[in-house]
């Protein structure tokens, strides 16, 4: 398909004929779901969509074949139980953060949690305490060290649970062990939010799982990194430490009350393909994954991120499946890189940040793939030089700031609403989340004060084209505040 295709979707008026088109398109997925649009045999969806008749068990009520389908979750992951999510993996966090704590219970939880996180703690109205992950020199975020969270429990011993994100949006990984231990020496549980990791056990070259490190819960998203359809994920139980059946009650209320079962055939065919069939195409990916990053070292300027380019202590380990890749010294922002391989040579990221793109992969990433996505960066290195009119590029650190509470997540959304310009909002209470999304992480979170930091920082964001969503008003030029 030609250079035009965004102009040949823009007449395009419905969505099935929409997705059909970019379908025969050479558009190459650098990004979520795993099955990369190269699915496993899989029957008519529509032949299969059935809901729950005589001999297809009840997944809330499970006895039978769905029953024994989370068994063999269970067993392939090494966890005392598994259950299918088909709200994907927020419904597991929001499950397992209402399980965990009481109602005005209090979180300890890494700031740069996805929003899921953020909605139990004001559904569950709790008092969140957060955890800033390192800094680091390529600009991200880092890990969330263990001498955080071992402060953190002890200037704050009301503490009832403790939620990371591991690996993050970038492949980041904290020290899960140390952390578990941590926690268990209070005899509180660690949740885990492994959305982005549900690879992790079925290669040696990928870090560690939070199962296998001890983590109490663990939610992993099937479709971010398998071959699996998306809103399809897991939530494992390795623990007693939270009550079974209260973790029942809430996947009840935050799942549908009509799980899909193409959804679920799609888990149970992953899972199976998983244990019989992964060893060779793993083996492969891994092998294609350390072919480029061999390869993108001999770049003179874009960037390719790996565990050195973070000081020692800021990232205690990486998914190297995420592919970070920076501007460097290009002259360019992370907007641009990711609009020039969109545009230029057809392949899609994940994200874009102020400096960089993730490309997501999988192993259902191709051979050809990964060489399109080479070809592309060793020409655009050589094309784009250092810019004495370069913008500072947004870092996770300049992006990322930690506002200051004004009141609690939950208050504040429950006060008396102020409509403001954004503009004339500094030293309020916001009311509303403010993030870049991708990766949903918020800047500025309801109960945190606004500052004229912040409001530079969203202009800066919005002027390098990130985008930046959350606020009731879509052109973000008002916000709700909480009435003084």
């Known amino acids: 398909m030609s250079n035009n295709i965004f102009y040949t979707l823009q007449k395009i008026s419905y969505l099935d004929q929409k997705l059909q088109t970019y379908a025969q398109s050479d558009y190459y997925p650098f990004h ?5 649009r190269a699915p496993l045999e899989f029957p008519n969806p529509y032949s299969i969509d059935i ?10 009520y499970a006895e039978g074949i769905l029953k024994e389908a989370q068994k063999r979750a269970a067993e392939l992951y090494g966890s005392k139980r598994s259950f299918y999510l088909i709200n994907g993996s927020t419904c597991g966090v929001l499950s397992a953060i209402s399980a965990a704590l009481p109602r005005n219970g209090t979180l300890l939880m890494s700031r740069n949690s996805h929003k899921s996180a953020y909605h139990a703690a004001y559904l569950r109205q709790l008092e969140t305490i957060y955890l800033l992950p390192a800094s680091t020199q390529f600009g991200i975020s880092g890990s969330i060290p263990p001498a955080y969270v071992e402060q953190a429990l002890h200037d ?3 503490t009832g649970c403790v939620f990371i994100t591991s690996p993050t949006y970038d492949g980041i990984v904290s020290d899960i062990r140390a952390i578990a231990d941590l926690a268990h020496a209070h005899n509180i549980p660690l949740i885990v939010d492994e959305a982005h990791g549900a690879h992790f056990p079925f290669s040696k070259d990928f870090p560690s799982s939070a199962l296998e490190c001890g983590a109490d819960l663990v939610i992993q998203s099937l479709h971010k990194t398998l071959p699996c359809l998306t809103q399809t994920a897991l939530l494992h139980v390795n623990s007693d430490l939270i009550d079974l059946d209260l973790l029942k009650r809430f996947l009840n209320i935050y799942q549908t009350s009509s799980p899909s079962y193409v959804l679920m055939s799609s888990m149970e065919q992953c899972i199976r393909f998983l244990k019989e069939e992964s ?15 061999q390869t993108a070292k001999e770049f003179h300027h874009i960037q390719i991120f790996d565990k050195t380019s973070c000081e020692p202590g800021t990232c ?6 995420k592919i970070l890749i920076a501007a460097g010294d290009t002259g360019l922002t992370g907007k641009e890189l990711h609009d020039i391989l969109l545009q230029d040579y057809h392949l899609q990221m994940e994200m874009t940040s102020g400096h960089y793109v993730v490309a997501l992969t999988s192993l259902k990433d191709t051979s050809i793939g990964f060489q399109r996505l080479l070809s592309a960066l060793e020409m655009i290195d050589r094309k784009y030089h250092p ?8 870092t996770a650190e300049m992006i990322y700031q930690m506002p200051k509470p004004g009141m609690s997540l939950s208050q504040a959304m429950e006060q008396h609403t102020e409509t403001l310009p954004l503009k004339a909002s500094i030293g309020h209470v916001s009311q509303e989340y403010i993030y870049l999304y991708p990766p949903g992480i918020p800047l500025v979170a309801p109960g945190e004060i606004l500052t004229g930091n912040i409001l530079r920082t969203i202009a800066q964001c919005e002027k390098q084209g990130l985008s ?17």
Do not use: R, W
Not at 51 to 60: A, G, P, Q, S, V
Not at 283 to 293: N, V
């Open 468 to 484: 930046v969503i959350g606020l009731h008003d879509a052109k973000n030029n008002n916000i709700h505040v909480v009435k003084i």
């Open 156 to 158: 704050f011993p009301q």
């Open 387 to 394: 810019s004495q009119s370069q913008e500072n590029p947004l």
């Open 279 to 293: 060893a060779k195409p793993m083996a492969k990916f891994t092998e294609l994954l350390h072919q480029f990053y």
């Open 32 to 36: 979520m779901p795993g099955h990369k």
């Open 316 to 321: 205690f380990d990486h998914d190297f499946s």
């Open 51 to 60: 809901t729950e008749i005589d001999e297809f068990d009840n997944l809330y």
